[in-house]
């Protein structure tokens, strides 16, 4: 256990960085919104290139590991859709927070992977990253849809969503990688420098940008489904995450990106997300923040069950 808090105690740190530069604020508004801006855009893109590019890896057997670790999130979807049973809040509120039992915060898990597992862990979560974010992305779409009432200032086509996807740049830098490493094209050496630079900048950063987006309006008025909705999303979808490793996988690293990748609070785009949609964006903020805190306690549980279960 000291092992596993070892390994999570530097993001918890660099989170509570951003926490507190956003309250002492040295730096205007603006300055974090370029600042995520630059991090999504232009230093976490040459991390997720060049881990695929540089990684060795087997198609069979990663095919095997995306089968089983996407339908493991189809779980979480079902199970987060089964909370919209158990709560009396509006249709509106419940549908507005589907989406944040199944999504993913991108840099706890590489930042956490590549402590771990170096880069074929890095690379294995890049995969299972570029299957996943339009899986879920689209399902995220249709459920913010239905919260918002079919919103008519938002015309969402199967094209523009094709699209969002394809335009994604985490898309852009996985497929872009895997087509340098299967075609076994030489990379210049100061390229692959500049990569790495951007790259190792971008986990830093991210995490500073994590903890200077807190913010809690209302936790007393959803307190139940908020609860309810991290026990999900931390809990519930991780323990499915171990039996299919347990069931389906005799690869320690390949078990071990799948449940990294299960036990991840969800993103801090679903607020941007939800805002854009018009859904409820008090109720999905407070969720973020919340599972963000609370996956400080509990990740640590998921890395100790990963040393003495599939690392030892």
């Not at 895997?178 to 790495?196: G, K, V």
């Amino acid at each position: 256990m000291i092992i596993a808090i070892t390994i999570i105690l530097p993001q918890i740190l660099l989170i509570l960085v951003g926490k507190y530069l956003r309250r002492l604020k040295p730096f205007p508004d603006q300055f974090w919104k370029g600042l995520e801006a630059m991090v999504f855009y232009v230093l976490f893109p040459p991390l997720l290139f060049i881990s695929v590019a540089k990684s060795n890896f087997n198609l069979e057997t990663s095919a095997v590991f995306l089968s089983v670790s996407v339908g493991s999130m189809l779980i979480a979807v079902f199970f987060s859709w089964l909370i919209n049973f158990c709560y009396k809040e509006t249709s509106w509120t419940k549908w507005s927070v589907f989406h944040c039992g199944f999504r993913f915060n991108t840099y706890i898990g590489y930042a956490i992977c590549q402590t771990l597992l170096g880069t074929n862990g890095l690379a294995l979560l890049s995969f299972l990253i570029a299957i996943w974010v339009p899986i879920s992305n689209t399902i995220a779409v249709i459920g913010l849809c239905y919260a918002s009432g079919q919103n008519k200032q938002i015309k969402l086509t199967p094209l523009t969503m094709l699209r969002s996807v394809l335009c994604n740049p985490l898309t852009i830098a996985t497929l872009s990688g895997l087509f340098i490493n299967l075609c076994h094209i030489p990379m210049p050496e100061f390229l692959e420098r500049t990569f790495t630079f951007l790259g190792n900048s971008s986990l830093a950063l991210g995490l500073i940008c994590i903890g200077a987006s807190f913010a809690f309006h209302d936790l007393s008025k959803y307190k139940s489904l908020l609860i309810s909705c991290t026990f999900e999303r931390l809990v519930l979808v991780p323990i499915v995450a171990c039996l299919a490793a347990l069931i389906f996988f005799d690869n320690s690293i390949e078990s071990c990106v799948l449940i990294i990748f299960a036990s991840l609070p969800t993103a801090q785009s679903c607020y941007v997300m939800t805002s854009r949609m018009d859904g409820n964006s008090v109720a999905v903020s407070d969720l973020t923040s919340f599972q963000t805190v609370v996956s400080m306690f509990t990740l640590p549980v998921w890395i100790a069950v990963l040393n003495y279960v599939f690392l030892n």
